[in-house]
Nanobody, 114 residues
């Protein structure tokens, strides 16, 4: 069973920054993929960014150039630095890991509003 500790969500004004952090535990193996998804009210859950093990980051087009993802396999952590935030970035952000199957964190709310 994979367990998550997510942090860093909150309320920020447009143009501001937030950093999301996620620590995943419960596996003796390195995760295949680590990343972040988000879900806004009325929308489906969508990929924000992810890093395959040993691979390069993958970003949704809407966040390229604004968000940066980083994973630390020694600590089993994945962080998401979010800059130049927009109101349309408002959503619940979910930490995601894959080890054979997908596992999801409990989610953290990000609200971008003036």
């Amino acid at each position: 069973q994979v367990r998550f500790v997510e942090s860093g969500g909150g309320l920020v004004q447009p143009g501001g920054s937030l950093r999301l952090s996620c620590a995943a535990s419960g596996s003796a193996f390195e995760f295949d993929d680590m990343g972040w998804y988000r879900q806004a009210p009325g929308n489906q859950r969508e990929l924000v960014a992810m890093i395959p093990r040993g691979g390069t980051p993958i970003y949704d087009e809407s966040v390229k150039g604004r968000f940066t993802i980083a994973r630390d396999d020694a600590k089993n952590t994945v962080d998401l630095q979010m800059n130049s935030l927009r109101p349309e970035d408002t959503a619940v952000y979910y930490c995601y890991v894959r080890l054979g199957r997908a596992y999801w964190g409990q989610g953290t709310q990000v609200t971008v509003s003036s």
